[in-house]
């Protein structure tokens, strides 16, 4: 393990120098890199950045704060520490030493895994390439440049791992992962919520909420890998990950706390006159992240994920926190299921059932979120609360696909969730009247009228400092 150089033309800890045919690989990856995000990279043109970069992945190295010609940004491969001793903690290898190389015979399954995983970074940032036209204030447009490279280098993180240990195939899985787009229609990203749009700051905080914690439990499950290569970049990343968590905890927070004020200060729950988003539509639009981010599981039964399992590819969400046997062949979930056309649960053996262990990790992750808006409307002395909807309410994947659900989980008819979906889904009149509020301030210690500013700045500056130095 080496700290990372910043004059090398791939800052990295994992002595990249000393295997000059990966190092050619990457090098020539680069310019690629590069030109994939001049075209589908953050479009609004900023000098410098106030970012957050990684120098070592150990002790404060890894948040290292300052002001970033965004020209010169230089995205970086980080792996964390390698502990000599680590055993595979899990499945039929459980015990044994964890693999610094790929096993053969799971070869195409943990190169798919590191597929998946590395086609939803940049495509997130496909997603909101535009936002930083609206920024509501120079703290949230700081926030997004930081998402957006940090998902940039999750890229690289996962295109280190094809190129050093997939041979030829993993370099035209790295090459393709630049060539598919977010919403494309001949070469979309792989996974649906990835090729939604986020057109506006609602949007980014849901997404950043909810989707971004989908990747957070799908990170943690292959923090687990027997790979060790896969767990250690995985491990990383969660750090880095954290921060996106925040910015759409406190992003929802903030559009909810100024909803109540403008609601409590005018004695009115119709405040879009007021310049604020009503609760009927911050309720729509967390419906919606929601509901496309459950399906970022797949289905509640998976023999795929069961294989994964078995082979040690692939974790539960802390693994070793779980006090049963690691191997699961005994044991037994009950997952969501159609009975009879009703939304029921049936029980299934653990193993095909994993899915649905993560997805109700995720879930129970989830309310705590909608537990501290409603803090927020609470001691605002607002009687109205959010709530996550129904697992079974717009599901596009799994056992309720085939059905419609209400948010408190009734059973519809094709034509009434067609007349009522609109009460539940933004609306085109709610998403333009969002719209309407996404005018951009970038005039230091100034906000938007939709959001109240944020309790903390970044990195302990203050909200007025001067984040983004724009060209
Ligand atoms: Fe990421
Ligand atoms: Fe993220």
Redesign the pocket.
């Known amino acids: 393990m080496t700290t990372p150089d910043y004059s090398e033309k791939i800052p990295n800890n994992v002595s990249l120098h000393e295997d000059r045919r990966l190092q050619r690989a990457l090098e020539s990856w680069q310019p690629d890199f590069l030109t994939w995000w001049q075209d589908m990279g953050p479009t609004l043109p900023a000098q410098d950045v106030y970012l957050r970069t990684a120098t070592d992945v150990r002790g404060e190295g890894w948040a290292t704060f300052g002001h970033v010609p965004m020209k010169d940004y230089r995205w970086g491969i980080f792996l964390a520490d390698r502990n000599p001793d680590r055993t595979i903690a899990f499945g039929q290898h459980k015990g044994e030493p964890a693999w610094q190389k790929v096993p053969g015979e799971y070869r195409s399954e943990l190169r798919r895994l590191i597929v998946i995983q590395g086609d939803t ?1 940049p495509a997130s940032v496909e997603q909101q390439r535009n936002l930083g036209a609206t920024a509501p204030s120079l703290y949230d447009l700081r926030n997004l440049f930081q998402v957006n490279v ?2 940039g280098r ?1 890229l690289w993180a996962m295109v280190y791992l094809l190129h050093a240990h997939f041979g030829r195939e993993g370099r035209e899985e790295a090459a393709e992962l630049l060539h598919r787009n977010s919403g494309s229609q001949d070469a979309p990203r792989i996974l649906g919520a990835f090729n939604e749009e986020t057109p506006d700051w609602l949007s980014f905080f849901m997404f950043t909420y909810f989707t971004d914690r989908d ?1 957070k439990y799908q990170l943690g499950t292959l923090k687990e890998s027997a790979f060790d290569p896969l767990s250690r970049t995985c491990e990383f ?1 969660l750090k880095e ?1 954290a921060h996106h968590m925040m910015v759409g905890t406190t992003g929802v927070d903030r559009v909810v706390e100024r909803t109540a004020r403008v609601m409590t200060e005018n004695d009115t729950d119709d405040v879009a006159g007021h310049g604020a988003i009503p609760l009927d539509v911050i309720q729509k639009y967390l419906n919606f992240h929601y509901s496309v981010s459950l399906d970022l599981f797949g289905g509640e039964t998976s023999t795929n994920v069961a294989n994964y399992y078995s082979a040690g590819l692939k974790g539960r969400w802390l693994e070793e926190r779980r006090s049963d046997d690691h191997v699961l062949t005994d044991d037994s979930i009950m997952v969501d299921a159609l009975i009879d056309g009703q939304i029921g649960v049936t029980e299934v053996s653990a193993l095909t059932g994993l899915n649905t262990d993560l997805r109700r990790e995720y879930i129970a992750d989830c309310e705590g979120g909608v537990k501290r808006w409603n803090r927020i409307l609470e001691r605002a002395g607002v009687g109205r609360r959010l709530y996550l909807p129904h697992v079974a309410f717009n599901r596009q994947v799994g056992a309720f696909a085939p059905i419609e659900a209400s948010p408190s989980g009734d059973r519809l008819t094709a034509g009434e969730w067609e007349s009522r979906k609109g009460e539940w889904l933004p609306t085109d009149t709610d998403k333009t009247f969002v719209r309407s509020l996404m005018k951009p301030v970038y005039e230091r210690g100034k906000i938007a009228s939709w959001l109240a500013p944020p309790r903390n700045g970044i990195n302990g500056q203050p909200f007025d400092y001067e984040y983004v130095h724009l060209v």
Do not use: D, T
């Open positions: 970074e940090e998902e999750h990747g990343m990950e």
